[in-house]
């Protein structure tokens, strides 16, 4: 991986580099430079062989810039400062939850340049080729029991519109309870998700593994698997062309202080940021349980996160489940 990983930010100057210089620089075969060439494609990574030329990947990569990350958050974070980039990983979250055991109680962010099996709410799988989006799981100790996490996934996902919408002109937008979505004239496209997994005791303390997925750049010929509308958010960005380590700085930074800020006040201020921030609040909506569908109005949520819809029989109160705008015939 060490080679793969060398070979890749040689490659990312998008400039040609012969496989003999190659194999002189990393001390192998042509055919292990080949080998890792291969390997690099099957991450969908384009890369041109010409011969009397060598390799190239047309374009370059913006890799993730650690240094820059770490001096960022050094800077101005709280909870969390320690940074692990990694090329590929199977799952951001998985990772961080077995480099938690081996050293707890110090608050990190693991991002990955693709993941192999990536995973949204329900171990759906989250879409990840290499370079093109952003994958990373934060893991963070907070001194709050289980009980009191209400709202947890809610208040991260307001934060990452409080940071997004500084760039998109305020399109960005929550479906509750972990889901950004832009709305425009066609409908809703997905631009994010929220996986909030919590470990502890119910009153003390508790383990955050917190992993976010936003889309960057993806090409449509990169998403076939995915089943729903999407838009990526380099798209959105305007004037204001930031990169992709760039914005990452931004959004880690608002969520320390989104901790920090639910740590002091729970999910009671997110709340008042709710009828503005989702994208479903006051319209017709159907809420997909395990056994039934609910339809309703949606009214808004309670300070512990949960979504209240206004139905035939009278306001109800949800902790789980999954909303739809309701269609009309």
Same mark, same amino acid.
């Given at each position: 991986?060490?080679?793969?990983?060398?070979?890749?930010?040689?490659?990312?100057?998008?400039?040609?580099?012969?496989?003999?210089?190659?194999?002189?620089?990393?001390?192998?075969?042509?055919?292990?430079?080949?080998?890792?060439?291969?390997?690099?494609? !099957?991450?969908?990574?384009?890369? @041109?062989?010409?011969?009397?030329?060598?390799?190239?990947?047309?374009?370059?990569?913006?890799?993730?810039?650690?240094? #820059?990350?770490?001096?960022?958050?050094?800077? *101005?974070?709280?909870? @969390?400062?320690?940074? %692990?980039?990694?090329?590929?990983?199977? /799952?951001?979250?998985?990772?961080?939850?077995?480099?938690?055991?081996?050293?707890?109680?110090?608050?990190?962010? &693991?991002?990955?340049? *693709?993941?192999?099996?990536?995973?949204?709410?329900?171990?759906?799988?989250? %879409? !990840?080729? @290499?370079?093109?989006?952003?994958?990373?799981?934060?893991?963070?100790?907070?001194?709050?029991?289980?009980?009191?996490?209400?709202?947890?996934?809610?208040?991260?996902?307001?934060?990452?519109?409080?940071?997004? +919408?500084?760039?998109?002109?305020?399109? %960005?937008?929550?479906?509750?309870?972990?889901?950004?979505?832009?709305?425009?004239?066609?409908?809703?496209?997905?631009?994010?998700?929220?996986?909030?997994?919590?470990?502890?005791?119910?009153?003390?303390?508790?383990?955050?593994?917190?992993?976010?997925?936003? +889309?960057?750049?993806?090409? %449509?010929?990169?998403?076939?698997?995915?089943?729903?509308?999407?838009?990526?958010?380099?798209?959105?960005?305007?004037?204001?062309?930031?990169?992709? /380590?760039?914005?990452?700085?931004?959004?880690? &930074?608002?969520?320390?202080? #989104?901790?920090?800020?639910?740590?002091?006040?729970?999910?009671?201020?997110?709340?008042?940021?709710?009828?503005?921030? !989702?994208?479903?609040?006051?319209?017709?909506?159907?809420? *997909?349980?395990?056994?039934?569908?609910?339809?309703?109005?949606?009214?808004?949520?309670? #300070? +512990?996160?949960?979504?209240?819809?206004?139905?035939?029989?009278?306001?109800?109160? @949800? *902790? /789980?489940?999954?909303?739809?705008?309701?269609?009309?015939?």
């Amino acid at each position: 991986m060490l080679r793969v990983e060398s070979l890749l930010r040689r490659l990312s100057d998008g400039k040609f580099h012969s496989g003999e210089s190659i194999a002189e620089e990393l001390a192998i075969s042509r055919t292990a430079v080949w080998k890792l060439i291969q390997k690099i494609q !099957s991450w969908q990574v384009e890369v @041109f062989s010409v011969r009397g030329r060598g390799y190239q990947i047309p374009g370059g990569l913006a890799l993730i810039d650690q240094l #820059a990350l770490e001096k960022k958050l050094q800077l *101005h974070n709280q909870l @969390f400062k320690q940074v %692990i980039v990694l090329t590929s990983v199977d /799952s951001t979250a998985d990772y961080l939850a077995k480099d938690w055991k081996k050293q707890p109680d110090i608050g990190r962010v &693991c991002i990955s340049e *693709h993941q192999t099996a990536g995973r949204g709410r329900k171990d759906r799988p989250w %879409i !990840s080729p @290499f370079a093109a989006n952003l994958y990373f799981s934060i893991g963070v100790q907070l001194p709050l029991g289980l009980s009191a996490l209400g709202g947890l996934s809610l208040a991260v996902g307001i934060s990452l519109c409080r940071t997004l +919408n500084k760039t998109t002109q305020n399109k %960005i937008k929550i479906k509750w309870p972990n889901d950004l979505l832009v709305i425009d004239k066609v409908g809703n496209k997905k631009l994010a998700g929220i996986l909030v997994e919590a470990s502890g005791d119910s009153n003390d303390s508790s383990f955050l593994n917190i992993g976010v997925g936003i +889309n960057w750049d993806m090409q %449509i010929k990169q998403a076939d698997d995915i089943d729903q509308p999407w838009v990526n958010l380099k798209s959105l960005l305007g004037h204001r062309q930031l990169t992709r /380590s760039e914005i990452l700085g931004e959004i880690l &930074c608002d969520l320390d202080a #989104a901790l920090v800020e639910y740590i002091e006040s729970g999910f009671s201020e997110f709340a008042k940021e709710w009828q503005s921030l !989702s994208a479903m609040y006051q319209q017709e909506v159907k809420l *997909h349980l395990p056994q039934r569908e609910i339809k309703g109005v949606e009214i808004g949520v309670e #300070a +512990n996160g949960a979504l209240k819809l206004d139905t035939d029989n009278g306001v109800q109160v @949800f *902790h /789980s489940g999954e909303v739809s705008l309701r269609k009309r015939y």
